[in-house]
């Protein structure tokens, strides 16, 4: 009977000790989270500051190429001006207009001669 008694005590010994050491784990585990998180944070802040410095530094070296304005301007600057969007917009229908004029005179001409109207 001494012994039945025994085990019992054992196995909850053994069972405060192994919570024991889950505890320590995760308080472990949480401990060198931060740490990373830190650290990442601290290298984000820092690649920030190297990426600010560089857009300081770019408006010094102008790169004028024409493949470089119409990628950042688009075409011709039409993209980032509202007065020559306006304007490119009033062309382009202007061109539209004249085209369908042309082409419809051509196809009545077109008719005419073929008999049908």
Excluded: C, H, W
Aim: glycine share 6%; hydrophobic share 40%; no cysteine.
């Amino acid at each position: 009977m001494k012994e039945s008694k025994q085990i019992p005590e054992e196995n909850n010994s053994l069972e405060s000790s192994s919570e024991i050491n889950k505890e320590s784990n995760k308080e472990e585990n949480v401990k060198a989270f931060t740490e990373f998180l830190e650290k990442a944070s601290n290298q984000g802040i820092d690649e920030e500051k190297a990426n600010s410095d560089l857009k300081e530094k770019a408006p010094e070296i102008k790169d004028n190429s024409i493949f470089k304005r119409i990628l950042n301007d688009g075409f011709d600057g039409i993209s980032s001006n509202p007065n020559y969007k306006m304007l490119a917009l009033l062309i382009i229908l202007l061109i539209n207009l004249s085209l369908f004029f042309v082409i419809g005179n051509v196809g009545k001409a077109f008719l005419r001669n073929a008999g049908i109207m």
